[in-house]
């Protein structure tokens, strides 16, 4: 059975490595994995979209709409933007802290993340709002968001992946000073409540 699992966030909150660690822990587990990612200036705080999807026999890398089983939002805008790609019953990991888009900064537009984050509320389902900020400062780094947020994914239990099964693919990828921390926030996303 295909696993569909989107992400989507700003440049530098590391959604390509999540992905990635997705992508990994199914591979080390036998399944099939396939990923592509969408990436508009990076660099200057663009949008960040990568698709995973993991199981047996997959042939596209990219999820269609109303196809993903759980989609990993790292800012809120980004996950009220990748909405129609969620299936009906799927699950919406969210961390509630806006990053002001390019846009707004240049236009002195103010943006809070409030809105859309009521907006997730009242549509989505299954929402998992994660507290990244106090996961963050627990675990000492603001990088570990990404790590935090799957743990949170993979505890829905939608993604077909158990938290040893990606502890086991941070220990393989993150260098070795910085595993510590990865898999105390992969342990404390875990831990985030469903709304």
């Known amino acids: 059975m295909t696993k569909n699992v989107l992400l989507c966030g700003v440049g530098g909150q590391g959604t390509v490595l999540a992905s990635r660690l997705i992508a990994l822990a199914a591979m080390e587990k ?5 990923g592509a ?15 995973v999807r993991i199981g047996g026999e997959i042939y596209s890398p990219m999820i269609p709409h109303k196809g993903a089983d759980v989609m990993i939002g790292f800012e809120p805008a980004e996950a009220v933007r990748c909405l129609p790609y969620l299936k009906k019953g799927g699950c919406v990991v969210v961390s509630p802290v806006p990053i002001r888009p390019v846009t707004a900064s240049l236009t002195g537009g103010a943006y809070t993340g409030e809105e859309m984050m009521e907006y997730l509320k009242q549509t989505v389902d299954h929402l998992v709002v994660v507290d990244g900020t106090s996961i ?11 790590v935090a947020l799957l743990g949170a994914a993979i505890a829905s239990g939608l993604i077909g992946i158990s938290l040893e099964e990606m502890e086991q693919a941070i220990l393989k990828r993150v260098p070795e000073k910085f595993r510590d921390m990865n898999v105390t926030a992969l342990k404390m996303g875990a831990a985030s409540e469903h709304v």
């Not at 705080?45 to 990568?50: A, T």
């Not at 963050?136 to 990404?146: A, E, F, H, W, Y």
């Open 30 to 34: 036998g399944m099939e994995a396939r």
């Open 37 to 51: 990612e969408t990436i508009g200036m990076a660099q200057r705080g663009g949008s960040v979209v990568s698709h």
């Open 136 to 146: 963050c400062s627990r675990c000492g780094s603001t990088k570990v968001l990404n």
